[in-house]
């Protein structure tokens, strides 16, 4: 597995300290999430999960803890809309360039609007999607939020 991503080098061009952990994906697992969280032996909810949205139809970029659903209606409202959906799998891969289980909200093909569960930046590291199934990045999540310009606000249900 290469560890050298799209993700990773948005990263490092960014100066943003960050650390690369990889697992076993398990492409099977009920919850990528929370598979993910155990096989690096964390805690679910310093495993961001990134999650590809519309909200009244445009592309938004999700990032939640993976031990949490998220609320449409706050989506919604994050991004001053009416109505959110999770993007279908194959429009998801096609607008961030990366697959299903490896999206990352960095280094994505098109730019879309970010928003970060506000529970996230209460910790001191998190780990987030390095761009590739079974890759982490640990780092800062308020870097991670400003990097994104990330709206901070509350996503979970």
């Known amino acids: 597995m290469s560890k050298a991503t799209r993700a ?3 990263l490092e061009q960014a100066k943003i300290a960050f650390t690369v952990h ?6 099977d697992a009920d919850r990528i999430g ?5 096989a690096l032996g964390e805690t679910p909810e310093r495993v961001l999960k990134t999650l590809m949205a519309l909200v009244d139809g445009k592309a938004v970029c999700v990032i939640v803890p993976s031990d ?10 994050a991004f001053g809309g009416k109505s959110a959906q999770m993007m279908k799998p194959a429009d998801a891969e096609r607008m961030s360039g ?21 529970q996230a930046i ?3 590291t998190v780990f987030i999607n390095g761009g ?7 780092l800062n999540p308020r870097e991670a939020a400003t990097l994104l310009n990330a709206a901070v606000v509350p996503l979970v249900a």
């Open 22 to 27: 990889s697992y076993d994906y398990d492409p």
């Open 122 to 124: 209460h910790h001191d």
């Open 98 to 118: 990366y697959k299903v289980g490896g999206i990352s909200p960095f280094g994505q093909m098109k730019k879309v609007p970010a928003a970060m569960e506000e």
């Open 8 to 10: 990773t080098k948005m």
């Open 68 to 77: 949490h659903e998220v609320s449409m209606k706050k989506l919604a409202a």
């Open 34 to 38: 929370i598979q993910a969280a155990e």
């Open 132 to 138: 590739q199934r079974g890759l982490q990045v640990r």
